[in-house]
């Protein structure tokens, strides 16, 4: 069993920053490749980010790539999610998620573990 626990979320106004951070505990985070999904009210829940165990390879969505950057603590047990230039549209609640499968899944139903998501809202 893994547990996940998120953290970093705030109310930030358009244009600014927010770090995420994900904390593992229960087994060690460089067995599970990692994502970040979001969760917008009134949508469904979508990708994101994710990186591979190794912290070799990294996936972005289209609507966040070039603001998002997913990294990886293995030896703190830590995934990061650092989001620049937010926007209105970057409002929702953002989870953590871990699957310890050879590849790296671009979808949600792929993974074992989820946090219980940290609230981003952004303001224009």
């Known amino acids: 069993q893994v547990q996940l626990a998120e953290s970093g979320g705030g109310l930030v106004q358009a244009g600014g920053s927010l770090r995420l951070s994900c904390i593992a505990s229960?087994?060690?985070?460089?067995?599970?490749?990692m994502a970040w999904f979001r969760q917008a009210p009134g949508k469904e829940r979508e990708f994101a980010a994710a990186i591979h165990a190794t912290g070799a390879t990294t996936y972005y969505a289209d609507s966040v790539k070039g603001r998002f950057t997913i990294s990886r603590d293995n030896a703190k047990n830590a995934v990061f999610l650092q989001m620049n230039s937010l926007k209105p549209e970057d409002t929702a609640v953002y989870y953590c998620?871990?699957?310890?499968?050879?590849?790296?899944?671009?979808?949600?139903?792929?993974?074992?573990?989820w946090g219980q998501g940290t609230q981003v809202t952004v303001s224009s």
């Open positions: 229960g087994r060690p985070l460089n067995y599970f490749n």
């Open positions: 998620a871990a699957d310890p499968s050879l590849y790296v899944s671009l979808t949600g139903s792929k993974y074992d573990y």
